[in-house]
């Protein structure tokens, strides 16, 4: 599956901003989605993830309660919708893809088969 973001860009403090992961390729309701996130100078940082069908995601502590992950399947893209946005949330935003073989945790880079471009996100204050 080819994975390619966008929707990113200049946001003020305490903004909203929602970006975008549009798949090709392969059924994309095999796999489970995720958001990952790496700011200049340090690693990729997972951001959080939503099952095949959107029935179950799971988020980063840091995030909860500001970010949300959807999906739409017949579209064959996911989003990720950022509020109460903060100047630490500014870095390249990532989605990724794994097959969804029911449940589990996926919070590592290397836990992903498929890797979108990025789409920076950047934060003001």
């Known amino acids: 599956v080819q994975l390619q973001a966008s929707g990113g860009g200049l946001v003020q403090a305490g903004g909203s901003l929602r970006v975008s992961c549009q798949a090709s390729?392969?059924?994309?309701?095999?796999?489970?989605m995720a958001w990952f996130r790496q700011a200049p100078g340090k690693g990729r940082q997972f951001v959080g993830q939503?099952?095949?069908?959107?029935?179950?995601?799971f988020y980063e502590d840091f995030v909860k309660g500001r970010f949300s992950i959807s999906r739409d399947n017949a579209k064959s893209t996911v989003y990720l919708q950022m509020n109460s946005l903060k100047p630490e949330d500014t870095a390249v935003y990532y989605c990724?893809?794994?097959?969804?073989?029911?449940?589990?945790?996926?919070?590592?880079?290397?836990?992903?088969?498929?890797w979108g471009q990025g789409t920076q996100v950047t934060v003001s204050s």
């Open positions: 390729g392969r059924a994309f309701n095999k796999y489970l």
């Open positions: 990724a893809a794994r097959e969804d073989r029911g449940g589990g945790y996926y919070r590592y880079v290397n836990d992903y088969e498929y």
């Open positions: 939503i099952s095949w069908n959107g029935g179950h995601t």
